[in-house]
């Protein structure tokens, strides 16, 4: 070939291939053909049949972005890249009553696609991932310095880390909490399908490292020890053994919408759970009673009742009211008399009395 025309070839493909690239970069505007050749080094998109059936993740995003051109942007995170296992996923883009947009998925999502679309609309992300009861709140983390990272919380207390270039997520000690809003509160207005990955996992990695008091209550945060070693508790608590229960802990979880952290007597039928809310619920297999603590601080009020009605002394008694996280003044407290012949009244008052030192 003639060097002038091969050079002018060169240059038209190079100029070819930045189009597209550039046309990835920011979706897929009008007068741009949707049957671009795949990128160098990235294969051709496989068909959709196969993946439609991917286990699904229950979540949703929220962000500030008005809702006006919010289908747009999530048009352009989904052209960002080309899905290994290609999905199509509905889509919802909704107003919320309290201002803010919502983004939903009422098929169900690939976790990671929640991760991806928070820190993408710089908003909040809220999923349960399949096979798993507990509820992850996530938020960019605008100060990492290993790339695109999102933070977050489990509602079994766990804190976590999220990595959108490997797709990682591992335990960490300390991330901000979040309040999950209520998004049936809002008001649908557009529809689309977008083409995502259906199995980017969503799977928790590694050892939780130790969780610093000043990062929590130091009710939750000795709770949260205590469920790994229970020992100190004064047989007040148990660590759930599966092969005890007469029951599993999914199906616990489920009836309770909590996540199981102790056994509290140690046949194993008695449990305390974990809410969402950072209430807790105490449930009996032989009958179906169940009584609820408002807060870790109260749950730990009525541990520490429980535990000076045994034959212990002042000084466990302290021991366990350290352990628990309250102050060695609540021993003192739930050793002070016996309600007077009206002992319901009596622990309400001194629940709360503790509660409140916590």
Known sequence: MDPVALTVFGLVTVGLLVAVVVARSRGLPDGVPSDLPPLPGRPRTPDLEGYADA????GWVRTERDVEGLADAVQAFAALGTPA?????PVTVSRHAQG???VGFPDGVPPMVVAGLANWLDGEGFLTPPDSTVRYALYPDKESVLGETLRGTGSDGSRIEVHLNDGSVHPVASARALEEPDPSQATEVQQLTITVD?????AVTGTPPGVPTQERGRVDAALWALSSDPSPSLECLYRPDADEMEVSAAELEAEYGGTLRFSTTSFHDQWLLLKPDGSWVEAQLEDGVHQTYPSSAHLA???LIRASEEAVSDE?????ARALGLPPE???VVREGGGGGDYDAWKAEVIDHVASLG
């Open 198 to 202: 259906a199995l980017a996992p969503f």
């Open 55 to 58: 286990p699904r993740a229950d």
């Open 301 to 303: 009020a009525e541990l």
């Open 330 to 332: 609540a021993a003192s």
């Open 100 to 102: 803010f947009s919502v």
């Open 85 to 89: 296992h290609p999905v199509e996923l």
């Open 316 to 320: 466990a008694l302290v021991g366990f």
